[in-house]
């Protein structure tokens, strides 16, 4: 938004300043009645902002500049048909200096800005995804305003570091909804609702597929449901062999999930709680079924994952899975090894790993509330800067190594310092998106 | 709310004035046609001045930059570098309009402002403030814990879940830091409860489930031979929730409530629906069908999972009353009992306070063999003449 005379109330000639109170009374409304709108900006159909959303979870993009959003209290996965004019082409944007691993800050304090947009305080904000639109470079958030239930739920882009929100009124919409309610006509004496917290949401090849955990069941269900969407939706329960743990894992939700296909077949892959890589075959989540995944990684224990994607590394050209856990460094992994890595044996010894793949992986040091890839080049993170911990950040980090030279406490960030990596050499190389 | 509102008498009076000297005012009023939208308003422009107006925004012009609204103290350690409240704008005929995309929140003080100088006309040299805040809603408690289900103060060793219920709507957010279980020496016992990745809030925000670590209570797993099960049997625990969980207005607890239970052995057995005892109402009464069970069943499935089908009817209206600890469950129909054929149907999603279910117990071996999943009895049927 444009805030072009920021000085004006300040330095106002008299300015008239007074505090009206409302009270909820019936009288002025009539006066009004006789006003009709001549124009109006930033149109919205209804009169919530909320478009059909509920609440604002996950984030996916499929094709066609479909964005899905994850939305637990209306017990739904929608999908926006994105149009041209709610997307902007971000590939100009100043990255940052990829030779030198410096990013920038795209948007400095974004929980108080977010707030500020929405008319409220900071600490009504609750950001819970961060996704990008690959071919405009576009990030887009999911947030809600409030954490009760008056939270407001928008989704939010960001234009050359400016925030804006996704007017979702008047995007093509549709939803599907993900069964929780149970079909019971009995009721409790007081009641609390079954709800489906969904972890999350991929797309792939004409489907999507959402895990999630129940607040009232401890069961691992994952739906998988064709787009466009159709009355036709199979649901399986997963279960695992954990070798943290010494056991399968009948009933442990899946937190984040990714699907890619490993020599022309497709998998499902998914990270649980503390922290077991596992395998799907696609084709084996059939309805009802329930299904056995092997575990080929063990990424360490204590921890939950915060995102699971993949990114190509622009040295060695091969991909990667990237996997950002809350208390540990983020786990590095070739895609190519996911599809051939043997499972974890079954029935073995407690092994507090890391396992499998797990021992191989390399370790990133990503300490991201939320990640995602921006371009071959660079990722995009929400991070509390480190060094000034009251402000969330949007910032671009350079893969493959995820590092930010400015946050580092090393001798040859010194001006006059050695400069083995060359760096004053590239100073001036800042790249762009694109 | 009300359908309309009348303003403080000062701003009575000015808007009376603004009306004798035809001066612009800025208001704080209801959309017209969206009554339970409040925004605000410019009124009283010179005609003129808003044809320019509606020729400005035709030719790309944002009203942004001229009518705004801030927050007053948004409590932001960045500064002043903050965007303006982000909403409508409306050209009416006297005047324009702004209406926030997200209504303006409850006892927060926003600050808008009318600034006509870059139109450069002599007559709109003045910039108009107006600070304004709705009140709060005044008449609610501050909020409590109702209850914690299992509702019994001698809990299983492998005990799964909790239910926290709240006389008021929550705010999320909290729970990490405000609920813990204190050990046997009076201390937070580490790692004990599942840290879920989102918190587990029913739609009404009043009843939360607070889940134990799934890993420490699964016999011979790592975390359970590392650092044995959360709970040890005779021992006493409690689980508090601690003041700091607010409600949906802000209010705190009024006070930390504390859920002291001893523990119990461990239960690790299927629900045995064949060994529930049924007590049948008589034929055309109104009384309730009560079953009682042997354990204690976990509170928030026994509503769905457990319904009254009859040959005629696939599934009976009526009102379940849960009580002796989760060990009985009653249910009065809506309408009087027909005589015929009945059953008591559960649904294999039924669990117990240790998460066993009727096909499965929680912990159990999968190497040693098949689950009995299709012997398992899921329904009890009944007669009443």
């Known amino acids: 938004m444009k805030t072009t005379l920021a000085s004006g109330v300040q330095t106002g000639i008299h300015a008239r300043r007074d505090v009206l109170r409302i009270a909820a009374v019936s009288a002025v409304g009539l006066a009004l009645s006789g006003r009709a709108p001549a124009a109006s900006q930033n149109a919205f159909a209804g009169g919530a902002g909320s478009g059909p959303l509920q609440s604002a979870g996950v984030l996916a993009f499929g094709p066609d500049n479909v964005l899905f959003v994850g939305d637990i209290r209306g017990a739904a996965v929608h999908a926006f048909a994105l149009r041209a004019t709610d997307l902007t082409s971000q590939t100009e944007v100043e990255l940052g200096n990829f030779h030198n691993f410096e990013g920038r800050d795209l948007v400095r304090g974004l929980d108080q800005k977010l707030a500020a947009l929405f008319g409220t305080t900071y600490d009504k904000i609750v950001i819970h995804d961060m996704v990008v639109h690959q071919p405009s470079q576009q990030i887009f958030i999911s947030v ?291 | 709310m009300a359908a309309g509102f009348t303003l403080s008498a000062a701003d009575r009076e000015r808007s009376a004035n603004a009306q004798v000297t035809n001066q612009p005012s800025l208001k704080v009023d209801f959309n017209p046609r969206q009554p339970e939208s409040v925004g605000v308003g410019v009124y009283n422009l010179d005609p003129d001045f808003v044809v320019s107006l509606s020729r400005y925004t035709q030719a790309g012009g944002l009203l942004t930059s001229i009518l705004r609204v801030t927050v007053v103290r948004t409590g932001a350690p960045i500064g002043d570098n903050l965007p303006d409240v982000f909403g409508r704008y409306e050209v009416l005929g006297d005047g324009v309009r702004f209406d926030p995309h997200f209504p303006f929140e409850r006892g927060l003080s926003y600050r808008a402002s009318f600034d006509p100088r870059p139109f450069g006309r002599p007559e709109l040299s003045e910039v108009l403030t107006l600070e304004f805040s709705l009140p709060r809603e005044q008449n609610a408690l501050p909020p409590e814990v109702n209850r914690i289900f299992p509702s019994s103060d001698y809990l299983p060793e492998n005990l799964l879940r909790f239910y926290v219920c709240f006389s008021n709507s929550m705010q999320s957010g909290r729970v990490e830091a405000e609920i813990s279980l204190l050990g046997p020496d009076g201390k937070p016992a580490a790692d004990v409860l599942y840290r879920a990745p989102v918190e587990l809030w029913d739609r009404s925000m009043q009843h939360l489930t607070i889940l134990l670590d799934p890993g420490r209570l699964k016999r011979g797993v790592g975390p359970n031979r590392e650092l044995g099960p959360p709970l040890k049997v005779g021992r006493e625990y409690t689980l508090v929730v601690g003041s700091g969980m607010v409600d949906l207005s802000g209010r705190r607890l009024r006070e930390t409530f504390y859920k002291r239970f001893r523990v119990t052995e461990a239960v690790r057995k299927r629900i045995a629906v064949e060994q529930w005892k049924i007590v049948p109402p008589a034929a055309k009464s109104c009384k309730p069908l009560v079953l009682m069970f042997p354990e204690p069943l976990d509170w928030a499935l026994l509503s769905p999972t457990i319904t009254i089908g009859s040959t005629d009817e696939p599934s009976v209206y009526g009102r379940i009353v849960v009580d002796q600890c989760e060990r009985r469950w009653s249910f009065t129909p809506a309408l009087p009992w027909a005589a015929g054929s009945y059953d008591v149907r559960v649904a294999s999603s039924l669990e117990d306070v240790c998460g066993n279910g009727v096909i499965a117990a929680f912990d159990r071996s999968l190497q040693s063999g098949s689950d009995a999943y299709e012997v398992a009895r899921r329904s009890i049927p009944f007669r009443l003449v």
């Not at chain 1, 084996?284 to 329930?290: C, E, F, G, V």
């Not at chain 1, 060094?387 to 493959?400: E, F, H, M, Q, W």
């Open chain 1, 144 to 434: 809600e305003r409030g954490r009760s239930t008056d939270a407001l739920p928008a989704i939010v882009k960001v234009n050359h570091g400016q925030l804006e929100v996704l007017e979702l009124n008047g995007i093509p919409h549709s939803q599907v909804g993900i069964p929780n309610e149970p079909d019971s006509r009995a009721m409790l004496e007081f009641d609390t609702q079954r709800s489906f917290a969904i972890t999350d949401v991929k797309y792939y090849n004409g489907e999507i597929f959402v895990t999630g955990v129940s607040n009232q069941q401890f069961a691992s269900t994952l739906h998988r449901i064709p787009y466009p969407f159709s009355a036709q939706m199979t649901t399986c329960t997963v279960e695992i062999w954990h070798p943290v743990h010494g056991e399968f894992e009948t009933r442990a939700p899946i937190i984040r999930q990714l699907i890619r296909e490993v020599r022309g077949e497709p998998y499902l892959f998914a990270v649980y709680g503390c922290t077991p890589l596992v395998r799907f075959p696609l084709a084996s989540l059939k309805d009802r079924a329930h299904v056995r995944g092997d575990v080929i990684g063990e990424l360490g224990y204590g921890s939950n994952p915060i995102d699971m994607l993949t990114f190509t590394d622009p040295f060695d050209q091969k991909e990667y899975l990237l996997v950002t856990i809350d208390v540990r460094s983020a786990s590095r992994i070739a895609v190519s090894d996911l599809g051939t890595a043997t499972p974890e044996p079954t029935g073995g010894q407690i092994d507090f790993g890391p396992g499998g793949l797990g021992k191989t992986q390399g370790l990133l040091p990503i300490r991201a509330e939320h990640t995602a890839i921006l371009n071959p080049k660079w990722a995009v993170v929400i991070q509390r800067h480190p060094k000034t911990g009251y402000r969330l950040d949007i910032s671009s980090l350079a893969a493959p190594y995820f590092f930010e030279r400015r946050d580092g406490m090393s001798e040859m960030n010194w001006p006059d310092g050695p400069d083995p990596f060359h760096y004053r050499e590239h100073r001036d190389e800042i790249s762009r998106g694109g």
